[in-house]
Every structure is written in C-alpha cells, then in structure tokens.
C-alpha cells in the first residue's frame, strides 16, 4: 500500500512539473486546504476563489487524475472532491455556477462527460445532485458492480426527473415527485442510509408535500377535499395512512399507498433490501449484548425493519426501563 501511495504522489508530481503550470491552481488550494485551519491567508484563498477559478480548480482536478488513469486503468479520485470542509465539494459548486448562470444542466452535463471520461469516481448515487451526472455514475457503478443493485433505485429515479425537461429560467431539473420521493426515501431507510433523525425529517417533509398531489388526486376523481363539519376529511385520510405506512414495520404499506395514489408510477422495488426477521434479531440481541454498538447505521436499520413502535420498545429495554 506505501509504495503503491508513493507511486501516485510520484505521478501527480511528475505530471505538475512535466505540465509546466497546468496544475498551479490546485495544488495551491490543496495547500491552502492544509493550512485552513491554522492559516488566515489560506482561508481567505479558499473562501473566495471566484467562479471561474472554481471550474479552472475542476478541470485541473480532472486532468490530475486523468493521468493517473491512463497509467492503470482504473478510477481516481472523486468528483465530490471537497475544497472546503463541511461547506461545499466541486460537483456541488459547479451546479449552483450553472444555476447562477442560468444553465445549471448544462454545465453539469459537461463536467459530468469529462468525469466519465477521466475516470474520476462519482459516487453520490443515492445523493439529489445525481441526477445531474448520469454518465460518471454510470462507470462508477461499472466498475463497482456489487452496488449496481443497491444504486438502481437512486439512479433510476434520477434518471426520471431528466425525462421531466428543463426549467428555461435556472436550467434545472425538475424535483423528484412524491412517489419518486417515497421511494427513494424507504430504500434509504431500509439500507441504513442515514439517521433515525433523518428518518423523522424524510417523514415530515413527505407528509408535507403529500397534501397538494392529494387534493389534486382527489379533484381528478371528482371527490372534494373541502370538509364540512362532522365529515371525515379525505386528504388527512390519506395522509394519515402514508405515515402510519412510514413508521410500519419494513415500512409495510408505503409500495400499496402508492398504487392506490399513483397507479402511473412504476414503483422500483426495496424488499430484498430487508434483512430477514433472524438476522433482525440477532443484531438486536448483539446489541443488547454489548456485542456490536448502537451505531447510526444500526439505530436506522432497527427503525426501518421494527417499525417506530418496535423501535422504540428496542430502545427502553437497552436503556433498561
């Protein structure tokens, strides 16, 4: 591994000096990014470089890696190349250029060929700003294999937002809509992908943005949405059942809320995602046991497969009440 590492350090400073110059911008900011913390001129480098110094940063980056690629064949480095820490990485930067600008597709389409053909790793599949970088992801995934099944989802609903078009103003795709939201939130749940906070924080903002597709669903089949009193009201009716269906153990119920509501939609399926009701168990008896620890990841799997009341019930008898 040493000399593997030496070797790439060796290539990367053979290419900056055989390139004479081409590469000053970023190893500047990869010394200014060691310094960051530490260095006041360093942070005042990278809190401004302007946008055109970041795609200079971009196509630097890329062309850094792209020798080590053509010497192996294989991927190096990664399009969410992070410049300032906790605060932005390059293809998060070169789609809000692209937003300020008007084309925020286009310039994400160009720099996504250029990560394609580089071989620099995207590997944000399961990320919002996927869908504006299908080509990278794609052989990313290639040359991962063992995630194709994992990403089609993500990548599949990505994929759909750019069937959707563009908007002419911000050269925006379109949001993913409920269902593809929905979807794409119970495999993130059912893998462990985030939090049990994030979890709350998917549920609440489905719920929310489930009212105005509801009521229009409701119109579309000529029933009302405007309550009288002492009627039962049929959008929180449906809006109860997604979230019931959310907290439900495997999130039962989430696939069948969207058939019922968006029969158009082809839901992309999660249930092989789940473990078994014994591998379950076993964890949480590890767990209990002292023998694996109640990380993120295990917190968000108990949820997702035990449902909220599960959940809940696993986590007073760890606390001991």
Same mark, same amino acid.
């Given at each position: ?107 994400? $389409? ?16 399961? $990320? ?140 992309? $399926? ?52």
């Amino acid at each position: 591994m040493k000399n593997t590492l030496l070797t790439i350090a060796s290539i990367i400073s053979f290419a900056a000096v055989s390139l004479a110059g081409d590469f000053d911008l970023f190893l500047q900011v990869e010394q200014s990014k060691r310094d960051y913390a530490t260095n006041e001129t360093a942070r005042a480098f990278l809190d401004n470089l302007t946008d055109d110094q970041c795609l200079q940063l971009a196509d630097e980056y890329i062309a850094t890696n792209s020798i080590l690629h053509q010497a192996d064949g294989k991927m190096h480095g990664n399009a969410a190349y992070n410049i300032i820490p906790g605060r932005w990485n390059l293809v998060w930067k070169i789609f809000h250029i692209g937003k300020s600008r008007g084309n925020a597709a286009a310039l994400c $389409d160009e720099y996504d060929q250029k990560f394609a053909d580089a071989g620099v790793a995207v590997t944000f599949f399961s $990320d919002g700003l996927a869908k504006y970088y299908p080509k990278g992801i794609a052989a990313w995934i290639e040359a991962n294999t063992n995630l194709v099944d994992i990403s089609r989802i993500f990548v599949e609903t990505s994929l759909a937002c750019r069937e959707l078009g563009i908007d002419e103003k911000t050269g925006e795709f379109p949001n993913y809509t409920l269902p593809m939201s929905i979807n794409r939130a119970t495999a993130r749940m059912a893998l462990g992908f985030s939090s049990v906070e994030n979890n709350r924080n998917f549920i609440k903002s489905i719920v929310s943005n489930a009212v105005k597709p509801i009521k229009r669903k409701l119109r579309e089949r000529g029933i009302s949405f405007v309550v009288q009193e002492g009627d039962a009201n049929p959008v929180q009716d449906a809006v109860d059942a997604l979230t019931t269906a959310l907290n439900a153990p495997k999130l039962a119920g989430a696939k069948e809320w969207v058939a019922e509501w968006f029969p158009e939609y082809q839901w992309v $399926d999660i249930d092989h995602f789940f473990m078994s009701d014994e591998e379950m168990a076993r964890l949480c008896d590890d767990i209990y046991y002292g023998e694996k620890d109640l990380t993120v990841k295990n917190s968000e799997l108990i949820l997702s497969h035990l449902g909220l009341d599960g959940y809940n019930a696993f986590i007073e008898r760890y606390n001991g009440k």
